[in-house]
């Protein structure tokens, strides 16, 4: 059986080869714990050395500002969870934006249950944070400002830089959860002006399980595991090296191509969009048309449901639904929700995302199938 085409890269990406060939020494002969002081440990710890250094070149940090974490997930979770505890006794207010993943939104609802307080930001219809909105939320008990880089479903790139400009001015902390854009686009930490920044491994062609946390040597945080004293006292735990490693080659690869990725990227992704647009009447773009992610096509088709065109191409195509459908009710996602996207456009939202692998074959296959699936559907009247 031939596979689905995969235009999910921003669900997980494959393993770059070049990242399996550094990782296998630590799989089969490098066991050693990089805390151990004698021989066994020696490779190890210079392995996580070196690509403490990798991740910081594609930052443009220091190597001791970055602390490995287990993905994203987790880096959100630090890096929230931290700060708040960290500045609990100067206040308890945190501003987010309305479309954040839900490893920041579930951290602020937790917070909130223990005393804080927390201003989610609306988004316009392109899923763009307003600077004027981050401005009119910040209050004296402000501690913390946390507005993602990139978005996962629609690709809108927020304007980090300006509201790094703000935070400075009032002195609260800003973190940013990069997980989709560091690898598909420039995110350098002195750049965006952030305190904090979140990346996950398994986005950048790395494995799944792997992230890390930029922290600004000057940030007020607290640690996030206790134990022994890993991660320079931050996080607790014999570091997973073979994981470790596979991120600081991911980063040397996505430093070494950024442009020529890309450039592919965009180029397989509005080949996509320009062949549905041609062949399906009835398609409206989400997200920004310009500031969003080279690789990410969110698209709704009008009348249909998500759901049902998957159904369809699901074979041959695999892509995300950004709404379901279930016979009482329609999910609509939160992002396409707080863009005010019409249900009757919303319902049938699909979100495309390519990466380095795709190919112009995929593509021109993609195109035939979703067009002829959503051509079918718009026929029988579903
Ligand atoms: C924007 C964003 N943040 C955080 C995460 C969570 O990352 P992880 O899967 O590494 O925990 C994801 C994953 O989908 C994401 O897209």
Not at 88 to 100: F, L
Not at 165 to 176: K, N
Not at 313 to 333: F, R, T, V, Y
Not at 357 to 373: H, L, N, Q, Y
């Amino acid at each position: 059986m031939t596979k689905p085409v995969y235009l999910d890269y921003n669900a997980t990406t494959p393993l770059d080869p070049e990242i399996i060939d550094v990782m296998k020494p630590f799989f089969e002969e490098h066991f050693g714990n990089p805390s151990s002081t004698h021989w066994y440990g020696i490779i190890p710890k210079k392995a996580v050395q070196n690509a403490r250094n990798q991740v910081a070149l594609l930052l443009n940090c220091k190597p001791e500002e970055i602390v490995f974490t287990s993905g994203g997930t987790e880096s959100n979770n630090f890096a929230i969870k931290g700060v708040a505890q960290a500045l609990r006794n100067k206040g308890k207010h945190i501003i987010t934006s309305q479309i954040e993943h839900s490893a920041v939104l579930e951290v602020c609802g937790l917070l909130e249950k223990n005393g804080f307080e927390t201003t989610y930001l609306p988004v316009d219809e392109y899923g763009l944070v307003n600077v004027l909105d981050v401005q009119k939320a910040i209050r004296p008990d402000t501690i913390l400002i946390s507005v993602m880089h990139a978005n996962n479903e629609v690709g809108t790139i927020q304007p980090i830089e300006k509201i790094a400009e703000l935070a400075r001015e009032y002195g609260i902390v800003l973190h940013t959860d990069a997980a989709q854009s560091v690898g598909k686009i420039p995110a350098q930490v002195h750049e965006l002006g952030v305190d904090l920044l979140s990346i996950a491994g398994h986005k950048m062609y790395a494995p799944k399980g792997i992230g890390a946390l930029y922290i600004r040597k000057s940030a007020a945080i607290e640690r996030f595991h206790h134990g022994a004293g890993q991660e320079m006292g931050l996080r607790a735990g014999t570091e997973n090296v073979l994981g470790i490693v596979g991120l600081g080659q991911a980063c040397k690869i996505a430093k070494n191509s950024l442009e020529r990725n890309m450039k592919h990227m965009k180029k397989m992704r509005d080949m996509l969009h320009e062949g549905l647009k041609n062949r399906v009447e009835n398609i409206k773009l989400n997200g920004h048309p310009e500031k969003r992610l080279p690789n990410t096509l969110n698209l709704s088709f009008q009348g249909l449901e998500a759901n049902r065109i998957l159904e369809e191409i699901g074979l041959e195509i695999a892509a995300s639904p950004g709404a379901a459908c279930h016979s009482d009710k329609i999910d609509i996602s939160h992002v396409l929700k707080a863009m005010g996207v019409h249900l009757g456009w919303a319902k049938g939202t699909l979100r495309f995302s390519t990466g380095r692998m795709t190919t112009g074959e995929e593509i021109d296959k993609a195109v035939r199938v979703i067009s002829e699936a959503a051509n079918k559907l718009i026929k029988s009247g579903k």
